[in-house]
Nanobody, 124 residues
Framework: VQLQASGGGLVQAGGSLRLSCAAS????????MGWFRQAPGKEREFVAA????????SYADSVKGRFTISRDNAKNTAYLQMNSLKPEDAAVYSC??????????????????WGQGTQVTVSS
C-alpha cells in the first residue's frame, strides 16, 4: 500500500489542523493505522493509532484530549484532527499502516508502510 499524507502547514498556537492520509494500492481496511511525528533532533514518536474498523483508538499522553484520529475506509483515508496546537507539537507528521493482527500498535517497528510526512509548524 502507498500512503500520502497531507494537510500540514503553519498555524498559530491554539489553532487547529486536520491531516489526511490517503492510501492507494490496497484497501485501507486491511490495516491498523498510526500517526507519528518527528521534530528536529528528536526520535520519531507515536501520536495516535486506530484499529481497522475504527472501533479502537490510542493516543500519546501529550496529545490526549486535543487530537483525534479517525478513518473513512470507504474513502481509503485516515485523518488526524489536531486542536489546541502548541509550539511543541511542531514536527513532521507521518502516517503508517500495520498489517499484522491485533490492536493498533504504538511502536514504530510494528508498522509496515509509511507515508512521506507533512510538516506542521506552530507559532507562539
Amino acid at each position: 500500500v502507498q500512503l500520502q499524507a497531507s494537510g500540514g502547514g503553519l498555524v498559530q498556537a491554539g489553532g487547529s489542523l486536520r491531516l489526511s492520509c490517503a492510501a492507494s494500492g490496497r484497501t485501507l481496511s486491511t490495516y491498523n493505522m498510526g500517526w507519528f511525528r518527528q521534530a528536529p533532533g528528536k526520535e520519531r514518536e507515536f501520536v495516535a493509532a486506530i484499529s481497522r474498523n475504527g472501533g479502537s483508538t490510542s493516543y500519546a499522553d501529550s496529545v490526549k484530549g486535543r487530537f483525534t484520529i479517525s478513518r473513512d475506509n470507504a474513502k481509503n483515508t485516515a485523518y488526524l484532527q489536531m486542536n489546541s496546537l502548541k509550539p511543541e507539537d511542531a514536527a513532521v507528521y507521518s502516517c503508517a499502516a500495520a498489517g499484522r493482527s491485533g490492536p493498533p500498535p504504538v511502536l514504530v517497528s510494528k508498522y509496515d508502510y509509511w507515508g512521506q510526512g507533512t510538516q506542521v509548524t506552530v507559532s507562539s
